[in-house]
């Protein structure tokens, strides 16, 4: 698996946790890599390690850039998701688009390799019927972005 989609999945775990839990930011990250270093290093020696798991840089910048930048992403959201309030949206739609505008806006990611990367988190942890839901409100972002529209321009 490339490792910037495996970033990404763990981004994604990550901002559930911080969704749900209502965790400040920096503990989710750290109760993530507690929880992988667990599981990882128990499975292979069945005994817990001194040695902490390795930092993931990439998936560290989604989270902190997307929850940092969360009202401003919500606001692109909402402006293309028609009929849709955020707070209706499964968790790991809400944040699987946030995570995705966030990477478009501004890590310099290609658009249509964001968007296809975030379709393939949705057949991971969501339901199929959220796919053309998702890519339809992350084409309409992508648009928006594409031609300057701020997250305050009406839609």
Same mark, same amino acid.
């Given at each position: 698996?490339?490792?910037?989609?495996?970033?990404?999945?763990?981004?994604?775990?990550?901002?559930?946790?911080?969704?749900?839990?209502?965790?400040?930011?920096?503990?989710?990250?750290?109760?993530?890599?507690?929880?992988?270093?667990?599981?990882?290093?128990?499975?292979?020696?069945?005994?817990?390690?001194?040695?902490?798991?390795?930092?993931?840089?990439?998936?560290?910048?989604?989270?902190?850039?997307?929850?940092?930048?969360?009202?401003?992403?919500?606001?692109?959201?909402?402006?293309?998701?028609?009929?849709?309030?955020? *707070?209706?949206?499964?968790?790991?739609?809400?944040?699987?688009?946030?995570?995705?505008?966030? *990477?478009?806006?501004?890590?310099?990611?290609?658009?249509?390799?964001?968007?296809?990367?975030?379709?393939?988190?949705?057949?991971?942890?969501? *339901?199929?019927?959220?796919?053309?839901?998702?890519?339809?409100?992350?084409?309409?972002?992508?648009?928006?972005?594409?031609?300057?529209?701020?997250?305050?321009?009406?839609?």
């Amino acid at each position: 698996m490339p490792a910037r989609r495996k970033s990404r999945q763990r981004a994604i775990q990550i901002l559930f946790l911080w969704d749900v839990r209502k965790l400040p930011i920096d503990q989710a990250i750290e109760a993530f890599y507690e929880s992988l270093y667990s599981s990882e290093n128990e499975e292979e020696t069945g005994e817990e390690s001194d040695q902490p798991p390795a930092r993931d840089a990439f998936m560290e910048d989604l989270v902190r850039g997307t929850t940092a930048a969360v009202t401003e992403l919500d606001s692109y959201i909402t402006q293309r998701a028609e009929n849709w309030r955020l *707070e209706r949206m499964p968790v790991v739609d809400r944040n699987i688009l946030r995570m995705a505008v966030f *990477e478009m806006r501004s890590t310099g990611t290609p658009p249509a390799v964001v968007i296809d990367e975030a379709l393939e988190l949705a057949r991971r942890f969501t *339901e199929v019927e959220a796919i053309p839901f998702l890519n339809g409100v992350l084409d309409a972002v992508r648009k928006l972005l594409l031609s300057g529209g701020a997250a305050g321009a009406a839609g």
